[in-house]
């Protein structure tokens, strides 16, 4: 099953009202390919997420940057994937490197986000990735694996899924991971999801790269046979983002 390529762009804590209406009418304005190419998704805070699912183009669609783990109820400052279902907003973003390492999100907590998520009805961009230590020790894989279990271990449709291979290093840092390690460890993941998931899941699964993507490393990385996208931070807030969406046409090409 041919695997369309997927541009995310996660705004993070970013933005006044009016700059995320200019970021709008900027990717509202681009030329980019259609959506049997490339599935454009942008993550703006909570806050935004109504104005901009209601200014944006029709072919672009939105996310989240989290949701409550379980059905809403008194968790005072959280938001529930029923709300989110209820307003229409398709995707979620979870387990993002950010939330694991600052708010102490276990892989355990973000795998049972993630199932919660999926049974309410939303799709899932899974986030996983090791830290500069992680990697100089050698233990990325290993990192990455147990991350990536403690979702398979919940999940039992991936259709819904896109995993994200995020090194902390290379987030927001400008220091990129080479295509050549980008690919090693997309490979590595979609072997693991063949070994312990299933064939089909392996070869439908987007993995996508997140860490320091911008207009000018996007193409190379795209040419990459297991980066089926990104997941782009600081440059998603930039006209740039125009660019990483366009790299999609490098992969058919390839
Ligand atoms: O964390 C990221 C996307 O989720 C990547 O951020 P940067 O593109 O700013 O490095």
Redesign the pocket.
Known sequence: MGRTFFV?G?W?CNGTFDEVKKIVTTLNEAEVPSEDVVEVVVSPPFVFLSVVKSLLRSDFHVAAQNCWVRKGGAFTGEVSAEMLVNLGIPWV?LG???RRLLLNESNEFVGDKVAYALSQGLKVIA?VGETLEQRESGSTMAVVAAQTKAIADQVSNWSNVVL?Y?PVW????GKVATPAQAQDVHSELRKWLQDNVGAEVAASTRIIY?????GANCKELATKPDVDGF??????LKPEFIDIIKSATVKKNV
């Open positions: 995310g996660n993070k973003i993002h490197s950010e986030c994200a995020e290379a987030i927001g840092t997140g860490g320091s993507v911008n997941l782009v931070g600081g440059a998603s």
